[in-house]
């Protein structure tokens, strides 16, 4: 779809992990991190290849070893979604935000109050609230990709419902667009 659409193709599944306030105050908004055990795409990464290293991964999740490829996600729009069963039918949620910077020492403080070893993203989403997020938190996994603008985002965002919709998926989309207004 990403592909029809010329939008990046990349996309990951990450682990919705927790959020915060931004310690340094860079940003007044809530903060999600996005972790994923393994690896993200190089090009989701601030600086792509050059921008990513690797490290042993934990024995208490991978007790055979393996290594990761980690880096920090680059700012831009994106669209999320999680994908669950409910009462027998499958569902999803659908959502729009962005990722961002922060600075440094606000990125290592939460690698080490997560998995250190594993790649990162700064996320805001778009009218979802933390305690809304958390309600519906049927998956503990969210896919993400990146659209080249908000426009270009949302159109996305309603090409995956309206596909996911005629496959027999029970869609919800959550939260609004990053001006404001209601999806």
């Not at 990450?14 to 931004?22: A, E």
């Not at 985002?153 to 998926?169: H, V």
């Amino acid at each position: 779809m990403h592909k029809a659409l010329n939008q990046p193709v990349a996309n990951t599944l990450h682990d919705l992990r927790w959020g915060d306030f931004d310690k340094t105050g860079s940003t007044k908004d809530y903060v999600w991190v996005f972790l994923i055990s393994g690896a993200a795409p190089a090009d989701h990464h601030e600086g792509g290849w050059a921008g990513s290293d690797s490290h042993r991964q934990p024995g208490m999740y991978f007790r055979l070893g393996g290594g990761t490829l980690r880096g920090i996600a680059k700012p831009g729009e994106i669209i999320w979604s999680r994908v669950f069963v409910e009462n027998g039918k499958l569902k999803m949620d659908l959502g729009r935000g962005k990722a961002i910077s922060l600075p440094a020492e606000e990125t290592e403080r939460r690698w080490k109050e997560t998995t250190y070893q594993w790649p990162i993203m700064h996320a805001v989403t778009y009218g979802v609230s933390r305690d809304q997020m958390m309600a519906r938190h049927k998956s503990n996994h969210i896919q993400l990709a990146y659209a080249n603008s908000a426009k270009e985002a949302d159109l996305a965002l309603y090409t995956k419902a309206a596909l996911a919709a005629e496959l027999g998926i029970e869609v919800k989309l959550c939260g609004t667009k990053a001006n404001g207004s209601a999806f």
